[in-house]
Each structure stands twice: as C-alpha cells, then as structure tokens.
C-alpha cells in the first residue's frame, strides 16, 4: 500500500511555469512506476507522463510533449511534473497515481491538485 499526497498547483498565466510535487508513503517508493493523470471539467481523464522505478525511462502525453517533464528523486520519496509554457487547455485537476511493475493499471491515486491556466 502507499499514500499519494500531491502539492504545487495554483493559477498561472499562460506561458508561465509550475512544478507538481506527490510525496509517496508507505511501501518502499521506489518499487512504484509513477504516473501524472489529469481530468479537466466534463472530460475524461487523460494520460500526462509516467516514470519507470529508477527514473532512467519516461513516457510523456502527446498534448504535453515537449513541455512537461516527469522525474523522480526516490531518497526523497517523491514525483515531480515540471510544467513549462503552459496553455489555458492545461486548466484540470491534476492526479499522480503509482502501479508495481507488471501491473496494467494504476491502483493508488492522490486527491489532486488544481492547475489553472488564465489567457
């Protein structure tokens, strides 16, 4: 089991940058792949980037390619998603979510946190 807890959203311009925090607890963090989900308002949920166990191989959505940057620091027990030019359409709740390895889904997630983007 491991608890998710996520920080660092708020209201940014567009253009502007943020970094997403997930402090992970419980079983040792660093046997989690690490995902960033996010789900904006009468939208399904979509795919940000996920991290493997060591943090060597990411994978990033196409909407955030180039932008957003997912890493790791496993003695810290925590997931980052810097977040650089972003656009109004990145205005959601944003999720991190941890699976074992083999694992199809994700099933521990955080409560999330809001991302705002103003034009």
């Known amino acids: 089991q491991v608890q998710l807890v996520e920080s660092g959203g708020g209201l940014v311009q567009a253009g502007g940058s943020l970094r997403l925090s997930c402090a992970a607890s419980?079983?040792?963090?660093?046997?989690?792949?690490m995902g960033w989900f996010r789900q904006a308002p009468g939208k399904e949920r979509e795919f940000v980037a996920a991290?493997?166990?060591?943090?060597?191989?990411?994978s990033n959505g196409n909407s955030v390619k180039g932008r957003f940057t997912i890493f790791r620091d496993n003695a810290k027990n925590t997931v980052y998603l810097q977040m650089n030019s972003l656009k109004p359409e990145d205005t959601a709740v944003y999720y991190c979510?941890?699976?074992?390895?083999?694992?199809?889904?994700?099933?521990?997630w955080g409560q999330g946190t809001q991302v705002t983007v103003s034009s």
């Open positions: 419980g079983r040792t963090f660093s046997s989690y792949i």
């Open positions: 979510a941890a699976k074992t390895l083999g694992g199809p889904e994700y099933p521990y």
């Open positions: 991290i493997n166990r060591s943090g060597a191989s990411t």
